[in-house]
């Protein structure tokens, strides 16, 4: 294998999705390894979680900051620092600047609770239920300055049930978040796809798994 790609997770919270980057990582043939964790909130339950685990966790708090500008400079510093190649947003509740996306263009990765370009922003699983959507799911893109858009890597579905509530529906969605994102990054950090013209290209032809229909045929 070829060196292991450096990863930098930025969280604002509980780090479920970080938590499934660092189990994923910890697997020997696994092509990326995370450096350090960053929150943005001192209180995040995600920090403890990266410090247990061994890895390198601190908080930058945005509210100390004059300026989103200062932020993101001593958030940049902090992670070159680490020397890390590839950024993974993993509930980071923050938007940021053009001029810091625009630094880590096609390095910086988010995971969104639903299928883009749908319901981008927040309660995206009360208003995919509104919706009457038959089929939600998460998706792993690039950041753009653009909040929740970007050339999409990967993406999965998931059905949404008649009686799904919100929180119904967003433990569905997490727990096929906790697959993609590592999918996701395994991806990127072996080199097997480019971005052309805004979408994300495979290098390698890859063939379809059986489709998921909801409601389902039977
Ligand atoms: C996830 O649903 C993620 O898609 C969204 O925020 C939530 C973060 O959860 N951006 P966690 O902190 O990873 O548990």
């Not at 604002?12 to 020997?28: D, F, T, W």
């Amino acid at each position: 294998m070829s060196q292991r790609k450096r990863v930098g997770v930025l969280i604002s919270g509980r780090g479920s999705n970080m938590s499934s980057l660092i189990n994923a990582c910890n697997k020997p043939d696994y092509p990326a390894v995370i450096t350090l964790v960053i929150s943005n909130n001192p209180d995040a339950p995600g920090l403890k979680i990266a410090t247990q685990a061994g890895i390198a966790a601190r908080s930058i708090d945005h509210k100390t900051y004059p300026s989103r500008e200062a932020f993101e400079a001593d958030l940049d510093t902090a992670l070159k620092e680490a020397e890390v190649d590839l950024i993974c947003n993993a509930g980071f509740m923050r938007l940021l600047t053009n001029s810091f996306v625009e630094g880590w263009r096609d390095k910086q990765l988010n995971i969104h609770p639903s299928l883009l370009p749908a319901f981008k922003g927040l309660h995206t699983h009360e208003r995919a239920i509104e919706a009457g959507v038959k089929l939600s799911g998460c998706t792993v893109h690039f950041v753009r300055t653009e909040m929740d858009a970007g050339p999409i890597i990967a993406q999965a579905a998931v059905p949404v049930l008649p009686d799904d509530t919100a929180d119904d529906l967003a433990a569905r969605v997490l727990e096929a978040e906790h697959k993609l994102y590592p999918h996701a990054l395994r991806l990127v950090a072996s080199d097997q796809i480019q971005v052309e013209g805004e979408k994300v290209v495979l290098k390698n032809s890859w063939q379809a798994a059986d489709g998921l229909f909801s409601p389902p045929i039977v």
